[in-house]
């Protein structure tokens, strides 16, 4: 039986390329080798009844030991289903008492072959779902297991479970990241299109970022860590991705109401044709025939589907709104810097006040802009790449306004005009510039300032476009940028709305202000959006790749750049919404069809155990057209 056993195990792994959870692998192999077994005693029975025809007792005694083996599990599951009015166990209740009444009959071949039969049929029917879990499945294999781990200037290998944080490993051409980290040393292509989608490297050196599951293609690098295994964003998002696979849909809930009562319909059809036909084979083809499978896939199969389409472009989906909400949003508020704009900012000007020189005004602005993910603040890194700062500082950041750092009773602040009157430092000019203003004040001496501008993306007005060609009736752009800065990206985009200098919380009142008339989609970095991302119909994150923020605040973040993922994940939810409705009256109709014929005498009690699934496949075909589906509007 052991044998048996690990033949099941054995088969599922290496004949199965469905990614099943390991629950569900348990279950599928219980079901295998508790089949065998029955076989072995059906085959038994059948023996002794050809050998030995007179003896009918002692082979329906083996028959029944076969039934016994093969239906205890199944019926079971059946009592615990309906003691908890679990829908999901429909099926096994309608076997199971199928079983019964093929029992009582003296239909031991029947009681035994029709489990056995879906038990197989099942087992295909695992092997069919498409792409979604593997998808999902296939990600997770992406993250490396393993890492040189540098100690003493020699490396060795580790498992990658094994790294803390500040732990220095060499990540060689061709290898894969295990964690979340820096680049100390050396420079390289880094292959991260299982995160974003994007199929062309990114080039990455000292000082940038880089993420477990992407992989190093050409240079030698040197890593420092800054997640551990468990905790990096790769590692997040295929948790999230499981937890959106059972995501609960207003569908769902219609069919699992309407499951509630299925059962009771079916018994009282069975019955009704039993005594009107006198032939209990009949009802017991009705039984058969009328398991739910594909009830239960309806809308399963479709989100699996979709998740592994987003996931191919770079689109994480952790929230219900995806399907429901995002399918009628008529008004996109998105946020500009980081958004609308590539959140790089460059350096146009500086103009010095208390600072000596521009070395000065940059080394203080460094020695908090290091603690901040804002694009102001990358920016300064940039350009203080060359420069020795002092990283000892506290840092404190304030959405929207700048940052702070406290050292021996010392401060630095970085941040615009508004942030500085806040702390009791009033700037020594009003600045017009034409760009975002970010002052340097160190121990109450305003050092200057600097002014960076940001530039358009190159897809913001065919995203604007696409979004109205599918039925958007409002595009706003929301910004902390001051008046000149926003009337000049105002000209340059085809937006209804453009409001400038808010704060996050001001932000947050133009979202409420909108959803008034609309459904809407904000669209935000996440670093400093999350407020007006939660309280939005739904919320999109944009280049979420390494932001845990963005991660947990949005209901969608899309972990590249690109804005035409926003018409893309639009028309994939219409398309996924479509699908399930479809689904639905699929499962109907092949239902009714399965039991009309059932009925009829048609389809007997063993054919009905190799058809029921019918109704499944169909909707598991249908759901598959999700994943061939274009999605350009």
Known sequence: MKRINNMAGDSLREQTRTYISDKDKKKLSRSILSSVAALVFFGAGYLFSRIWPEQTVIAEL??????????????????????????????????????????????????????????????????????????????KKMQADTALLVENGEEREVDAKSLRVGDVISVKPGMGLPIDGAVIAGESNMDQKSLTGESLPKTVGVGDKVYAGTTNIDGLLTVQVEKAYVDTSFNRIVKLLETAENMTLPETKLVDRFMLYYIPIVLVIATLIWLFSKDISKAIAVLVVSCPCGYMLVSSAPVVAALGTASKRGVLIKNPAFIETLTDADCFVFDKTGTITGGTLEAVDMKLFGASDEQELLTAAAAVAHGSLHPTSK????????????????????AGNGVTGEKDGGRIILGNDRFLRSLGVEPPCENAAEGSTSWVVKDGDVLGYIVFRDVLRDDVEQTFAALRTLGVKKISVLTGDNRVEASRIAESISADEMFCELLPEQKLEKIREAKKEYRVATVGD????????????????????????????????????????????????????????????????????????????????????????????????????????????
């Open 379 to 398: 920016s300064v890194m940039r350009l203080c790449a060359k420069l020795d700062y002092d990283k000892d500082y506290t840092i404190t950041e304030v």
């Open 62 to 139: 083996v028959y029944l030991i076969s039934v016994l083996i093969i239906g205890i599990p199944v019926a079971a599951t059946a009592v615990r289903g309906f003691l908890k009015k679990d829908v999901g166990a429909a099926m096994e209740i309608l076997v199971t008492i199928a079983m019964v009444v093929s029992v009582l009959d003296g239909q031991f071949i029947v009681a035994i072959l029709i489990p056995i039969i879906l038990t197989v049929v099942h087992f295909f029917e695992e092997k069919s779902i498409m792409g979604g879990r593997d998808a999902i499945e296939g990600l």
């Open 526 to 633: 996440g670093i400093n959006d999350s407020l007006a991302l939660n309280e939005s119909d739904v919320g999109i994150a944009m280049g979420a790749m390494g932001s845990d923020t963005a991660i947990q605040s949005a209901d969608i973040s899309l972990m590249n750049n690109s804005l035409m993922n926003l018409p893309f994940t639009v028309l994939l939810a219409r398309k996924t919404k479509e699908i399930i409705y479809q689904n639905i009256i699929i499962a109907f109709l092949t239902s009714f069809l399965m039991i009309f014929l059932a009925a009829c005498g048609v389809v007997t009690p063993i054919l009905g155990a190799f058809l029921h699934n019918i109704g499944a496949f169909i909707v598991l075909f249908n759901s598959a057209r999700i994943v061939r589906g274009k999605y350009d509007s």
